[in-house]
């Protein structure tokens, strides 16, 4: 960032692991007239804005649909990110949020594997046989593919969990007829931060009250929902390409302008 700065850039698009360490040299970076937008990690300095998907509300979205599936009732476990990472912290919240709302579901298990596939199949496998009456699972990004894994070895049809939008999760999604959903974080929301970034540069102002967020400097993007209902859609982005491919919206430059005023 101190390197960026130096070099008299225009803006600087950072995707950060904390909300509050940067605070000191986004407030540098302000200080010089630099642009800072911050994607994934919502950040605390007012000095810097957010672009990119309400955390919480990402997983809401595919708690709401494994509670749905459920019926509103069964037993469930949960796989989570890196302890204590804000992020991961959001999403805990977003689907306990959720299951509270269903008396008839019980989470017997939450359990963390640091966004990791290898780690998400041995917590899986780990919690099939600690609990053999699980009815569903929620999990998080890459860790579904692992979890997924262990569930078919153990040839447990049964279970409804969560996916990912992966390129190779799609392609066993499609071979296996998972009762999945998946929400998406999309990885386009790089480019979409810096198409607001550009028209900002250009001139133009934000809206009023287009801000929201905890920390009231975040834009919101939108965040779909890939289940069997729109599968075919979503494995088309992706059939051709690399396993490490996902599936990603982006909001246009055209898009971006809703945020400003005409």
């Not at 986004?26 to 630099?34: R, Y």
């Amino acid at each position: 960032m101190r390197n960026f700065i130096n070099q008299g850039v225009n803006a600087v698009l950072i995707n950060p692991n904390s909300p509050t360490a940067f605070d000191p040299v986004i407030g540098q970076a302000k200080a010089k007239g630099i642009l800072v937008i911050a994607t994934d990690q919502e950040v605390t300095s007012k000095d810097a804005l957010y672009v990119g998907i309400d955390q919480k509300a990402w997983a809401m979205k595919s708690a709401e649909w494994l509670a749905k599936t459920l019926n509103g009732k069964g037993n469930i476990v949960c796989i989570n990110g890196v302890a204590g990472h804000p992020a991961n912290q959001a999403r805990v919240a977003g689907y306990k949020e959720v299951f509270a709302k269903y008396p008839g579901i019980k989470i017997l298990n939450e359990v963390n594997a640091d966004w990791d596939e290898a780690k998400g199949q041995q917590a899986m496998q780990n919690l099939l046989a600690t609990y053999p009456n699980i009815n569903g699972v929620w999990v998080q990004d890459g860790m579904a593919a692992g979890a997924w894994r262990a569930i078919s070895e153990a040839k447990r049809t049964d279970i409804a969990a969560t996916g990912e939008i992966r390129a190779d999760f799609l392609k066993l999604w499609k071979e296996h007829h998972y009762n999945t959903a998946a929400s998406v974080n999309p990885p386009g929301v790089m480019a979409s931060a810096l198409n607001v970034a550009v028209l900002k540069l250009q001139g133009h102002e934000f809206k009023d009250g287009i801000f929201v967020g905890q920390f009231g400097n975040a834009i919101y993007i939108p965040i779909p929902l890939i289940d069997n209902s729109n599968f075919e859609q979503a494995y088309e982005q992706v059939k051709d390409k690399p396993g490490y491919i996902s599936v990603t919206t982006v909001v246009t430059p055209d898009q971006a302008k809703a945020y400003f005023k005409k």
